[in-house]
């Protein structure tokens, strides 16, 4: 008999223990090794049976050894200590306290998905790890983030495997007593509710549960709540579940209840309400309506003011390359939830429709993109690598006009990881006995000095390591698929601690090619079953439900592992998670990634391989395109731009087996006397004491504070202030522009110079400019120029705004300037007039510009 409801019973703690619960309720310890090591003397078996959870170890330890415990003088001291060290680490300036009153006083972070710790599932992949990173980074620097999710009570899934290589998927129910939460309660001890309105009169309320992250507090919404229905109560049921109305409630919940659920955190607990708004892709769009709405309520504004202020503190973050990983929602399904008798006064439907039209080139008019959405509801937005920010600027440059893809307002900050979590003890113990100033962030080339035979021993250690845990894995596995004990016995012999290992770990959409190594299977096996220089390989990934193409890709790969000859050398390892993720990047020597470039948005596993010793063998895509420098690893040869899919993974395919035949194993088994191989130690010193500095999650959120935070802040300030005159102002002054903007025109240029134009001279230009009743200081006139290719496009060109002009009559203006010529060879220049006004973030944020009719000037001239 099953019970009907499955809940968690707290152990009530000795006196003395108490500080136990304190060090649990703060995540914190999901990267302090100290704490773990706390947690982990309160009942070392236990500790490995509930897997390293301490919720679950204090609800299953013993009374009697609670008893011992809350009289164990040592133990207790080391508890005391653990607890102050705690506090002191909550309380204590750090690096963000140094920054000064510009630094914005508080930053709410919103994102689907958080992956902060295996113990905690609401994570399905890189974008829930990339926040979990980014909220524990942002603890270690004081930066006072207050971070939005929801609380999914199913997560993502758990992945086992059929007896023929399926993918199946479970859905464990999370009891939220069972975790490390707490529930955000008025004064008087009543739970937090956030309400949203739906169609026909209904209301969608949740409850707020608070996870403290570090310094970090951590809002996740649920409404599994008895106010709701049965439907309203499943909507925070799985992370990605559903489509239509399911997925687009989750994101209202989101964006419009996270806002709420921040003013009632704030309300309550006095922490300073925050003045920039960080969306981390497009799930959360909606909270820029819910700031409009409480503007236009609130301070009297109108919406098109209120979207000002509300987008100058907003930063919208794009993880995706893919198309197809944007929501997107029919529009009447927008104009049912937002219009109606559901519309909020002064927030009209068909300007929230309009904020998600597809209004460039070549978009569906019938859809409202919640990417789009967010791109315009925020003054500042940035792709995750250089590659992605171009990929971003491509995809998105038509919301910008004419201005060409170089200019799209769409900058990045490369992804970083967070080192506490994803680094090997043993390597930190390492840094900290050799080259301790690595481990305060400075002084990366003190790498180069650590004795050889010392990262070789830690990184067997660490290979070792993988290995046993891949066995335990894999014999779990087998039985799940219902093996017995006599046909799985060849898994005590499976893997070795002594063979070049190579790991590979993705979710599993069609381009990142799980397959690819499959290509052509003879080679793989020969591979692995080389004789002299075997290897050995450990996967792991994922396919949402409903993709089925994902899930034959896995198929094939466990079917060709599941062969008697390569099973030992080869492993499929389900249910990809945190902690799996943590082992393989800890013991993989190389980990390989072969998406189709450029549709990796960045990728961070491979820079977590790298912090432990290992190197990196990629196809240049994501964060890999920019730091691979010959040294660090190997660079997969990309056959960008073929027309035939096929022939394109066959191509790249061969050029990997011949890296890993020809160049990987090679170095890795040309050891000297002493057993070492010197060549394979010098790359990873070198990867290390390079790639250290640039991967890490604190060099990330400092280019967010500094690039983004800050600057977002200050525009906020400045929409605000007065009564929010900025944004009365500007709203105003767009208005005017984009009314008046039809009537500007670029009528006449011309330009004199040498017959022979000689560098180091200049050009003369002349401009006659109609500026259709707008005022000169309303418009910048600008001269562009620089080297231009065989269709006389500019190339990487060079701004200069001309004078501030004189009236020529007839309202025009004339204006003049000069070009410099800088280079030799071909050479040309063009002009713009575009909008100017000191709150514009950029030149190219309304999207307007002005170009002469045709080419005029000296353009393709030979400058010698």
Same mark, same amino acid.
């Given at each position: 008999m099953?019970?009907i409801r499955?809940?968690?019973?707290?152990?009530?703690?000795?006196?003395?223990l108490r500080?136990l619960?304190?060090l649990?309720?703060?995540?914190?310890?999901s990267?302090?090794?100290?704490?773990?090591?706390?947690f982990?003397?309160?009942d070392?078996?236990? +500790?490995?049976f509930?897997?390293?959870?301490?919720?679950?170890?204090?609800?299953?330890v013993?009374a009697d050894?609670?008893?011992?415990?809350?009289?164990?003088?040592r133990?207790l001291?080391?508890?005391?200590?653990?607890?102050?060290?705690?506090?002191?680490?909550l309380t204590?300036?750090?690096?963000?306290?140094?920054?000064g009153?510009? /630094?914005?006083?508080s930053?709410a972070?919103?994102?689907?998905?958080?992956?902060?710790?295996?113990?905690?599932?609401?994570?399905s992949?890189?974008?829930g790890?990339? /926040?979990?990173?980014?909220?524990?980074?942002?603890s270690?620097?004081g930066v006072?983030?207050?971070?939005?999710?929801?609380?999914?009570?199913?997560?993502?899934f758990?992945?086992?495997?059929?007896?023929?290589g399926?993918?199946?998927?479970h859905y464990?129910?999370?009891?939220?007593?069972g975790?490390?939460?707490?529930?955000?309660?008025?004064?008087?001890?009543t739970?937090v509710?956030v309400?949203?309105?739906l169609?026909?009169?209904?209301?969608?309320?949740?409850?707020?549960?608070?996870a403290?992250?570090?310094?970090v507090?951590?809002?996740?919404? %649920?409404?599994?709540?008895?106010?709701n %229905?049965q439907?309203?109560?499943?909507?925070?049921?799985?992370?990605?579940?559903g489509?239509g109305?399911?997925?687009l409630?989750?994101?209202?919940?989101?964006?419009?209840?996270?806002?709420?659920?921040?003013?009632?955190?704030c309300?309550?607990?006095?922490?300073?309400?925050?003045?920039v708004?960080?969306?981390n892709?497009?799930?959360?769009g909606?909270?820029?309506?819910e700031?409009?709405?409480e503007?236009?309520?609130?301070a009297?504004?109108g919406f098109?003011?209120a979207?000002?202020?509300a987008?100058?503190?907003?930063?919208?973050?794009t993880?995706?390359p893919?198309?197809?990983?944007?929501?997107r929602?029919?529009?009447?399904?927008?104009q049912?939830y937002f219009?109606?008798?559901?519309?909020?006064p002064?927030?009209?439907?068909?300007?929230?429709?309009?904020?998600?039209a597809e209004?460039?080139?070549?978009?569906?008019?019938?859809?409202?993109?919640?990417?789009?959405? #967010?791109m315009?509801?925020a003054q500042r937005?940035?792709?995750?690598?250089?590659?992605h920010?171009e990929v971003?600027?491509?995809?998105?440059?038509g919301?910008w006009?004419?201005f060409?893809?170089?200019?799209?307002?769409?900058g990045s900050?490369t992804?970083?990881?967070?080192?506490?979590?994803?680094?090997?003890?043993?390597?930190?113990?390492?840094a900290?006995r050799?080259?301790?100033?690595?481990?305060?962030g400075r002084?990366?080339?003190?790498?180069?000095?650590?004795?050889?035979?010392?990262i070789?021993?830690?990184?067997?250690?660490?290979r070792?390591?993988?290995v046993?845990?891949a066995?335990?894995?894999?014999r779990?596995?087998?039985?799940?698929r219902?093996a017995?004990?006599?046909e799985?016995?060849?898994?005590?012999?499976?893997?070795?601690?002594?063979?070049?290992?190579?790991g590979?770990?993705r979710r599993?959409?069609?381009?990142k090619?799980?397959?690819?190594?499959?290509?052509?299977?003879?080679?793989?096996?020969?591979?692995?079953?080389?004789?002299?220089?075997p290897?050995?390989?450990?996967?792991?990934g994922?396919?949402?439900?409903?993709?089925e193409?994902?899930?034959r890709?896995?198929?094939?790969?466990?079917?060709f592992?599941?062969?008697e000859?390569?099973?030992?050398?080869?492993?499929?390892?389900?249910?990809?998670?945190?902690d799996?993720?943590?082992?393989?990047?800890?013991?993989?020597?190389?980990w390989m990634?072969?998406p189709?470039?450029?549709?990796?948005?960045?990728?961070?596993s491979?820079?977590?391989?790298?912090?432990? #010793?290992?190197?990196n063998?990629?196809?240049r895509d994501?964060w890999?395109?920019?730091w691979?420098?010959?040294?660090n690893? +190997?660079a997969?040869?990309?056959?960008?731009g073929?027309a035939a899919p096929d022939?394109?993974?066959t191509?790249?395919a061969?050029?990997?087996?011949e890296?890993?035949?020809?160049?990987?194993a090679?170095?890795?088994?040309?050891r000297?006397?002493?057993?070492?191989?010197?060549r394979?130690l010098?790359?990873?010193?070198?990867?290390?004491?390079?790639?250290?500095?640039?991967?890490?999650?604190?060099?990330?959120?400092?280019?967010?504070?500094?690039?983004?935070?800050?600057?977002?802040?200050?525009?906020?300030?400045?929409?605000?202030?007065?009564?929010?005159?900025g944004?009365?102002t500007?709203s105003?002054?767009?208005?005017?522009?984009?009314k008046?903007?039809?009537?500007? /025109?670029?009528?006449?240029?011309e330009?004199?110079?040498?017959?022979s134009?000689?560098v180091?001279t200049?050009?003369?230009?002349?401009?006659?400019a109609?500026?259709g009743?707008l005022?000169?200081?309303?418009?910048?006139?600008?001269?562009?120029?620089?080297?231009v290719?065989?269709?006389?496009?500019?190339?990487?060109?060079?701004?200069?705004?001309?004078?501030?002009?004189e009236?020529?009559?007839?309202?025009?203006m004339?204006?003049?300037g000069?070009?410099?010529?800088?280079?030799?060879?071909?050479?040309?220049?063009?002009v713009?007039?575009v909008?100017?006004?000191?709150?514009?973030a950029?030149?190219?944020?309304? #999207?307007?510009?002005a170009?002469?009719?045709?080419?005029h000037?000296?353009?393709?001239?030979?400058?010698?």
């Open positions: 099953k019970a499955r809940f968690t019973v707290r152990t009530v703690l000795p006196e003395p500080g619960e304190e649990i309720l703060n995540l914190r310890w990267w302090h090794h100290e704490t773990l090591d706390l982990r003397s309160v070392p078996a236990l +500790w490995e509930v897997g390293h959870d301490p919720v679950r170890l204090l609800g299953e013993s050894r609670l008893d011992r415990l809350s009289t164990d003088r133990f001291r080391r508890l005391q200590d653990s607890t102050e060290e705690l506090r002191e680490y204590a300036p750090r690096w963000y306290q140094e920054l009153d510009e /630094a914005p006083r930053i972070y919103f994102s689907p998905e958080y992956g902060i710790t295996a113990a905690l599932p609401q994570y992949g890189g974008l790890i990339l /926040a979990g990173d980014h909220l524990k980074t942002a270690d620097l006072p983030i207050i971070a939005v999710g929801l609380l999914y009570r199913h997560g993502y758990s992945q086992s495997l059929s007896p023929d399926w993918q199946l998927e464990p129910a999370l009891d939220p007593n975790l490390p939460l707490a529930l955000l309660r008025e004064d008087d001890g739970p509710r309400t949203i309105g169609p026909q009169g209904r209301d969608l309320h949740a409850q707020v549960w608070l403290r992250i570090g310094r507090p951590q809002l996740l919404l %649920d409404s599994d709540v008895e106010d %229905d439907a309203a109560r499943d909507i925070t049921d799985r992370l990605y579940g489509g109305d399911h997925r409630l989750q994101e209202m919940l989101l964006g419009i209840g996270g806002v709420r659920a921040i003013r009632a955190y309300r309550i607990t006095g922490h300073p309400a925050p003045e708004f960080h969306t892709e497009g799930h959360a909606f909270l820029g309506l700031r409009i709405r503007l236009v309520s609130g009297g504004l098109d003011e979207l000002e202020s987008r100058a503190g907003t930063v919208f973050t993880h995706t893919v198309p197809a990983g944007i929501d929602f029919p529009r009447e399904l927008i049912r219009g109606g008798v559901n519309e909020e002064g927030v009209p439907a068909e300007r929230i429709l309009e904020l998600g209004t460039y080139p070549d978009g569906d008019r019938t859809v409202f993109n919640m990417a789009v959405m #967010g315009r509801l937005v940035n792709g995750v690598s250089e590659l920010g971003s600027r491509e995809m998105f440059g919301l006009g004419g060409d893809t170089a200019e799209v307002p769409i900050i992804n970083g990881v967070h080192a506490g979590t994803w680094v090997a003890r043993e390597v930190l113990d390492l900290a050799e080259v301790p100033s690595v481990i305060e002084g990366w080339d003190g790498v180069r000095r650590v004795p050889e035979q010392e070789w021993r830690v990184r067997r250690l660490l070792e390591r993988l046993h845990d066995r335990r894995r894999l779990d596995s087998w039985h799940q219902g017995s004990d006599a799985i016995s060849w898994i005590a012999d499976a893997l070795d601690p002594d063979v070049l290992t190579i590979f770990a599993v959409p069609s381009y090619r799980l397959t690819l190594m499959m290509r052509d299977p003879e080679r793989l096996r020969a591979l692995l079953l080389d004789p002299e220089r290897v050995q390989i450990v996967i792991a994922k396919s949402h439900p409903a993709d193409g994902g899930k890709l896995i198929q094939e790969i466990v079917r592992a599941d062969a000859d390569v099973r030992h050398r080869i492993v499929f390892l389900p249910d990809y998670d945190m799996l993720g943590r082992s393989l990047v800890q013991g993989c020597d190389v990634n072969n189709l470039r450029p549709l990796e948005a960045c990728g961070t491979g820079m977590k391989a790298a912090l432990n #010793g290992g190197l063998l990629s196809i994501g890999w395109d920019e691979y420098d010959g040294q690893g +190997w997969i040869p990309s056959a960008d073929l022939r394109r993974d191509l790249e061969a050029a990997l087996y890296l890993i035949e020809d160049h990987v090679v170095t890795f088994y040309d000297d006397t002493a057993g070492l191989p010197r394979w010098e790359m990873v010193k070198h990867t290390i004491a390079t790639l250290g500095p640039k991967v890490l999650a604190t060099r990330m959120l400092r280019d967010y504070v500094e690039g983004y935070y800050v600057p977002a802040a200050a525009a906020a300030r400045a929409m605000a202030a007065d009564g929010y005159s944004a009365r500007l105003a002054w767009k208005q005017r522009v984009r008046a903007w039809p009537g500007v /025109a670029v009528e006449h240029v330009s004199t110079g040498a017959d134009p000689h180091g200049r050009l003369a230009v002349r401009v006659m109609d500026l009743g005022d000169p200081a309303d418009v910048a006139v600008e001269a562009v120029y620089g080297r290719d065989e269709t006389d496009a500019l190339i990487d060109p060079s701004y200069r705004e001309l004078g501030e002009g009236p020529a009559g007839g309202g025009r004339r204006y003049l000069e070009v410099p010529l800088t280079r030799s060879g071909s050479f040309g220049y063009s713009r007039v909008p100017r006004h000191p709150l514009l950029g030149r190219a944020e309304m #999207g307007l510009i170009l002469p009719p045709a080419p000037g000296m353009t393709n001239g030979d400058l010698r």
